[in-house]
């Protein structure tokens, strides 16, 4: 079966400052990996996707993700966070499928 | 910018009703997706459809739950009979030409079972 780990509940940064996300999963073989963004009263966006190919993918927003297979990780970065980046943030596994598997999500802060 | 939109955005109703959720994917999407959050845990996925019947569905869909697409816009999610612990968000969701394809969510409806 697979997990998906989002240590950190929440997440505080100074706008301007760079950020980190952390996910790691559990699954034999190569997943598919997605991070997506929830701000309040919204639905769920896909930031970026990993099905195959270059480790380090670019997403929408400024956002890019780094696939580490020694790490089981699929971190979520960004060099220099905006207010509008506060939401809630999932990683996202599938297992042979497309379809994602959550983790419970990290809340980012920003304070001005 | 096309968009997936649900109805009701909050449904309250009595232990045992049915309720029947809504939701118009982006017209021209052929795959659509029910997925729900149960407050302050995971976003869990129900089930898939694509062609007019289930291609995919998890544990957590079982025969309380069932998919229509009635017409050719929309996509419903009903529960037969509902418990205490079908309160939850409920998530829509549809991608264009196959579940590799980016999936767009709807707002959601906020279900709250009393």
């Known amino acids: 079966a697979q997990s998906v780990t989002q240590p950190d509940i929440h997440i505080t940064v100074s706008e301007g400052a760079s950020l980190e996300l952390r996910c790691n999963y559990s699954y034999g073989a190569t997943p598919y990996l997605f991070w997506y963004v929830q701000s309040p009263g919204q639905g769920l966006q896909l930031l970026l996707k990993?099905?195959?190919?270059?480790?380090l993918v670019q997403g929408i927003k400024g956002f890019e993700a780094e696939f580490k297979r020694s790490q089981s990780s699929f971190n979520l970065r960004k060099p220099s966070v905006h207010w509008s980046d506060a939401a809630e943030y999932f990683c996202a596994v599938g297992e042979g499928s497309y379809i994602p598997t959550f983790g419970r999500g990290t809340s980012l802060i920003v304070h001005p | 910018e096309p968009e997936v939109t649900q109805t009701p955005s909050h449904q309250v109703t009595q232990m045992g009703q049915e309720v029947i959720l809504r939701c118009v994917p982006i017209?021209?999407?052929?795959?659509f997706y029910w997925y729900r959050q149960i407050l302050g845990q995971k976003v869990e996925f129900l089930v898939s459809f694509y062609n007019n019947e289930i291609s995919e569905k998890s544990e957590i869909f079982d025969d309380q739950f069932s998919v229509e697409r009635p017409d050719g816009s929309n996509f419903t999610l009903k529960i037969r009979s509902t418990k205490l612990e079908d309160s939850a968000m409920y998530f829509c969701?549809?991608?264009?030409?196959?579940?590799?394809?980016?999936?767009?969510f709807g707002p959601g409806t906020r279900l709250t079972v009393l």
């Open positions: 017209s021209n999407h052929l795959y």
């Open positions: 990993y099905f195959s190919g270059d480790t």
């Open positions: 969701a549809s991608s264009r030409d196959s579940p590799g394809d980016e999936q767009f």
